[in-house]
């Protein structure tokens, strides 16, 4: 069994949770190959992105913080309040500047992170009549799509104070948004690729598993899908040849890829930050 990094990954799940200290850690990073695992006290991560001016990735947690967790040192510092809401959902723009933030009832809320100007002027704000599902925003945080349980989808350019446009595609249960934000990938009877100026739908894919999260790679050809059983599966637009799964947690909610495409970011409700080598 040496080299068998699924039984190593199998064993130390069996390992009861008060009895893991930094040898665990350590094992597990090798097993699953991370290269970082951080837990953030218990919070949930509502959203994740790596920022590209420091070593480090920067969390939203559900208790309506942001949180900077060094790449370097594994250490993790408290930042600024995210645009308050109860009982919101949240997005994290992939250079990790821009957040939104989201109500079931449809109250939509943007502003940057690094903006040092409080009150109504430094967040812009929505409202649809739509029961909202999730929410996800492009790299450079121009783009910001909203998933309503209706299946409904609508783009937002968080540059102005524009209406939203609906997304011609029904039934999505989630999405991403390409770097550049020219392109978005929805879950919906498979894995619809729509052109954002034109609103059409480019190309379909047919995806395994039961897919809950959705990242772009650096380029925008190239998708990595998340599954509730934990596996990573990588689709290549051009081919349409979808990787073998890649067994990596135990149902990561939320996915962010770093600007160079090498490393890959994945949270959720059990407040672990964990950093994939994409190498």
């Known amino acids: 069994d040496r080299g068998n990094t699924d039984l190593a990954a199998t064993l130390l799940d069996q390992c009861p949770p008060e009895l893991r200290s930094w040898e665990w850690d350590y094992l597990d990073r090798k097993a699953r190959g991370w290269t970082w695992r951080v837990a953030l ?12 001016g420091l070593n480090a990735v920067r969390c939203v947690t559900a208790d309506g913080g942001t949180r900077l967790v060094d790449l ?12 308050q809401l109860h009982g919101a959902f949240y997005a994290s723009s992939g250079n990790a500047n821009v957040i939104a933030a989201a109500t079931r009832d ?29 929410l996800k925003l492009s790299h450079d945080g121009s783009r910001l799509v909203i998933i309503c349980e209706s ?4 783009q ?21 948004i390409s770097h550049d934000g020219a392109t978005v990938a929805l879950l919906a009877d498979g894995l619809q690729i ?13 995806v ?9 790679l650096p380029g925008g050809r190239e998708i990595v899908t998340a599954s509730l059983d934990g596996d990573l ?17 135990d149902g990561p909610v939320q996915l962010a890829c770093s600007a160079d495409g090498t490393a890959l970011c994945i949270t959720g409700t059990d407040g672990l930050v964990r950093v994939y080598d994409l190498n």
């Open 106 to 134: 449809g109250q939509v809320r943007c502003r940057r992170v690094d903006d040092p100007a409080v009150g109504a002027d430094a967040t812009l704000r929505w409202t649809i009549s739509a029961t909202v599902r999730s």
């Open 72 to 83: 370097g040192t594994g250490e993790v510092s408290d930042e600024v309040a995210v645009p």
């Open 151 to 154: 299946g409904a989808a609508y």
């Open 41 to 52: 006290g218990g919070q949930a991560v509502r959203a994740a992105a790596f920022d590209p």
């Open 233 to 249: 599966r990588f689709i290549s637009l051009d081919s349409g040849t979808v990787s073998p799964a890649v067994s990596v947690s």
């Open 156 to 176: 937002f350019d968080t540059t102005r104070r524009s209406e939203p446009v609906l997304l011609n595609c029904p039934g999505v249960t989630t999405a991403a």
């Open 194 to 206: 729509l052109d954002v100026s034109a609103n059409e739908r480019t190309a379909t894919y047919a």
């Open 208 to 216: 395994g598993g039961d897919v809950n999260a959705l990242v772009f």
